[in-house]
């Protein structure tokens, strides 16, 4: 594949990026926007949405209005958060590694996070914080924890940030974290590792808003790093050379870009699992709409990121209703074949 800051068309460069803008965030906005409105109403459950807010009907009493506040808003909520995170951090970590390929899965991000999860499960002490399980404050825990052992390994031998040993690093890391689990759930009971292998297929099942708050705090940290980077990022996925020799103070944008969207990150893994692909395909489907111009691309991937897990949300609960799939298979199961036709596409 090319490198993404040569995708640019001449017909794309002479249209003011003002304009490509407000298009890219209001035709996004529009479906991210439909999804959250429409998603809540989905399931094996018909409501009624005049039901929901009629408030002639005590609460206790409005079965409709319990569904969608209780069952189903806090999950397309949940959903949004995290395929926005995902999405964001794919194309954080594509420009920042000049690497196509690279997910928020390539630094052991995801990996440090499932295993601070699966150790949580294994051995649960019944720890709470701020109305929080062990599980996703282990989770966070875990996916920071492997940012501080790649980031000091890419920089211990040399001044900046190695992006060649932050590659080799975070594979090699989540091998090694992937052993781990392996050991972790054989000394699990059956329960334990059941729930384990729950944990790892992804899951939305959130029924409060404790825990999106406290993932969007996280977050919140994570967007605004991103905000800062749209404009650098173009010269980075160049080469870090090139960035250099126009004014770029390339360590600190390293540093910047690598902790966002590593936060960005371990705040959705410790919501809702490993979410495969969000962090992959998004970011390659946007840019076949808006071009390679991250001003364009992160917004875009953002609210896409969010629409897409969204409605693979809703497929995760409806297509075998009143079961429910974990969303993570349903993310695969889409984005594999997608990713290899635009795979094809480019070769």
């Given amino acids: 594949m090319p490198p993404a800051a040569n995708l640019q068309s001449p017909e794309r460069l002479l249209v003011p990026v003002r304009t490509r803008l407000l298009w890219t965030v209001a035709g996004f906005g529009a479906l991210t926007v439909?999804?959250?409105?429409?998603?809540?109403?989905?399931?094996?459950?018909h409501i009624s949405l005049a039901r929901v807010f009629d408030r002639s009907i005590p609460y206790a009493d409005n079965i409709d209005a319990?569904?969608?506040?209780?069952?189903?808003?806090?999950?397309?909520?949940?959903?949004?958060?995290?395929g926005s995170a995902l999405a964001l951090a794919g194309v954080v970590f594509q420009a920042l590694l000049r690497?196509?390929?690279?997910?928020?899965?390539?630094?052991?991000?995801?990996?440090?996070?499932?295993?601070?999860?699966?150790?949580?499960?294994?051995?649960?002490?019944?720890?709470?914080?701020l109305g929080?399980?062990?599980?996703?404050?282990?989770?966070?825990?875990?996916?920071?924890?492997?940012?501080?052992v790649v980031y000091g390994l890419s920089v211990v031998r040399r001044r900046g940030t190695s992006t060649m040993v932050l590659l080799l690093g975070g594979v090699t890391l989540t091998?090694?974290?992937?052993?781990?689990?392996?050991?972790?759930?054989?000394?699990?009971?059956?329960?334990?590792?059941?729930?384990?292998?729950?944990?790892m297929m992804g899951s939305l099942d959130v029924a409060a808003y404790a825990p999106l708050v406290a993932a969007l705090v996280p977050m919140a940290f994570a967007w605004a790093g991103i905000a800062t980077l749209p404009r650098v990022l173009d010269l980075i996925s160049v080469g870090a050379e090139s960035a250099a020799t126009r004014g770029v103070d390339v360590a600190r944008t390293e540093r910047v870009a690598l902790v966002s969207a590593s936060l960005a990150t371990g705040a959705a893994v410790s919501l809702a699992g490993p979410v495969a692909f969000i962090g992959i395909v998004v970011?390659?489907?946007v840019r076949l709409v808006v071009g390679?111009?991250?001003?364009?691309?992160?917004?875009?991937?953002?609210?896409?990121?969010?629409?897409?897990?969204i409605a693979c949300d809703v497929v995760a609960r409806t297509a075998f209703a009143p079961l429910e799939l974990p969303v993570g298979i349903v993310t695969a199961m889409i984005g594999g074949p997608v990713f290899l036709w635009l795979l094809f596409r480019r070769t």
């Fill in 99 to 129: 690497n196509p390929l690279a997910s928020p899965d390539t630094l052991g991000v995801s990996a440090g996070a499932a295993l601070g999860a699966m150790l949580a499960i294994t051995f649960d002490s019944g720890v709470t914080l």
């Fill in 292 to 309: 390679a111009d991250h001003r364009l691309v992160l917004p875009g991937s953002a609210l896409f990121g969010a629409t897409l897990l």
């Fill in 66 to 82: 319990q569904i969608f506040f209780v069952a189903r808003l806090p999950r397309v909520l949940a959903a949004a958060l995290v």
């Fill in 175 to 199: 091998a090694l974290l992937s052993a781990v689990m392996g050991f972790v759930q054989f000394m699990a009971d059956f329960t334990q590792t059941f729930r384990n292998v729950r944990w």
């Fill in 34 to 45: 439909l999804a959250c409105l429409l998603a809540p109403l989905a399931g094996s459950t």
């Fill in 283 to 285: 970011p390659h489907l």
């Fill in 132 to 148: 929080l399980s062990a599980v996703p404050l282990a989770s966070f825990a875990g996916s920071v924890g492997a940012l501080l």
